[in-house]
């Protein structure tokens, strides 16, 4: 017998408007972004200025949706959404990748350090905080009952 919990995607209802658990792992994972890495450039662990944080912000953001959305229609789904291009955008109904996030920020990270040059310092903090945010949306995953598996014989 498989034990399946009975919980609700809703975090918070806010006036009429559904607050989701995937947009609340979200937003803490870029809070816990921002706050972790200017802690770790204030204890010199890194050879950045706190104000290129606050600009790449912006980028990681971004990557992390677009490429999150991009990678689940690519990846997951191309065939409907080549017949239905409009539901590409409806990010609200669902359907983001890990993988396609992982790319995105990749991609965000090449493209703002060919103005700053800090490719390798911002990789290195970049994967200091992304755990957290990635184990955020492992939560979420697990309160909507996904990732549970393939049914076996």
Same mark, same amino acid.
């Given at each position: 017998m498989i034990f399946e919990h009975n919980l609700t995607p809703v975090a918070l209802n806010f006036f009429g408007i559904n607050i989701y658990w995937y947009s609340l792992s979200y937003l803490f994972g870029f809070i816990f972004f921002i706050h972790y890495s200017k802690y770790l450039i204030k204890k010199k662990f890194f050879h950045l200025e706190l104000r290129l944080i606050d600009n790449f912000l912006g980028h990681a953001? /971004?990557?992390?949706? #677009?490429?999150?959305?991009?990678?689940?229609?690519?990846?997951?789904? $191309?065939? &409907?959404? =080549?017949? +239905?291009?409009?539901?590409?955008?409806?990010?609200w109904k669902g359907g983001m990748s890990f993988h396609?996030? /992982?790319?995105?920020? #990749?991609?965000?990270?090449?493209?703002?350090?060919?103005?700053?040059? $800090?490719? &390798?310092? =911002?990789? +290195?903090?970049?994967?200091?905080s992304a755990p957290f945010g990635i184990f955020l949306g492992r939560i979420a995953n697990f309160i909507n009952a996904e990732l549970i598996g393939r049914p076996t014989s």
């Open positions: 953001i /971004l990557g992390v949706i #677009l490429g999150g959305r991009l990678g689940y229609v690519f990846f997951y789904n $191309f065939d &409907f959404y =080549l017949q +239905n291009p409009f539901e590409i955008v409806k990010i396609g996030g /992982l790319l995105g920020v #990749l991609i965000s990270m090449i493209i703002f350090s060919k103005n700053t040059k $800090f490719f &390798f310092e =911002l990789s +290195n903090i970049v994967s200091c």
